[in-house]
């Protein structure tokens, strides 16, 4: 975790985020990015190496949580799998994706 400067939250998760590996571990670190007051959480993919549905489901929940707040969720350095599986379920019509 990294703090670019008070309004941005910098997470950067790393290996595979799927159910019973990696999950509990990713959850904390999204469910402690909504309480500091940064405005903006990017979210550094580029160390994931594999992702499933309970994984994009935790960011979909935190895109939410953070939306409901007025703030903002940034995905960043997204590897190529990662995308095509955010494109195939259009869920980067969703995200921000950089």
């Known amino acids: ?7 941005q939250l910098v997470l950067e998760p790393a290996g595979r ?45 935190l895109f939410l949580e953070l939306k409901n707040h007025g703030r903002d969720l940034v995905l960043t350095e997204v590897p190529p799998p990662i995308l095509k599986i955010f494109k195939s379920t259009k869920l980067d019509r969703v995200f921000v994706i950089r």
């Open 17 to 61: 985020i799927c159910l019973g590996e990696g999950l509990a571990d990713f959850q904390e670190m999204l469910a402690n990015a909504v309480y500091p007051p940064a405005m903006c959480v990017v979210l550094r993919l580029a160390a994931v190496t594999y992702i499933d549905s309970s994984g994009i489901g935790e960011i979909l929940k």
């Open 1 to 7: 975790m990294d703090n670019d400067n008070a309004q």
